[in-house]
């Protein structure tokens, strides 16, 4: 697919089926994001979309978001599922917590989520503070 933020349409329609659930995919345009990022702009099953793909390192390790964080891809990597704004840290680091505890609070679309630990494990790193602007897939807290 080829990038570009001017001029030119992009078009890919496709199929996938993803642990037995198909999916139509309509590809409508690409944009590069950031140094080493991609957005892409699709709909799913007729809904619009928009991806964000970062490029991980030789070791496997993510690359910076643009927002400067760590991009999440590891078990104990909590982040975020919708862009929004940190509204409160329920954790510090050295914090013992359990899988499913809440460990802050963001607001996306008008509301308040609690995002929760993915993993049991102490609090290794609190990368956010309240007010922050976070996107999907950044590291906001990780658990060891």
Known sequence: IPTGSSGGSVSSKFKITVHGESYDIHVTGANP?????????????GVPEEIHLASLGEDGEGARSSGGRATATKEG?????????????????GDEVQAGDP??????MKMETEVKAT??????????????????????????
């Not at 460990?103 to 996306?108: F, N, R, T």
């Not at 790193?125 to 807290?141: C, M, S, T, Y």
């Open 77 to 93: 990597h909590v982040t975020t599922s919708m862009p929004g704004n940190i509204v409160d840290v329920l954790v510090k680091e």
């Open 33 to 45: 994001s950031g140094e080493n990022e991609r957005r892409f702009y699709m709909t799913v099953d």
């Open 119 to 144: 993993t049991a494990g102490k609090v290794s790193g609190v990368f956010i503070a309240k007010g922050d602007r976070v996107v999907p897939g950044e590291v906001l807290v990780e658990i060891e």
């Open 103 to 108: 460990v802050l609070i963001i607001e996306a």
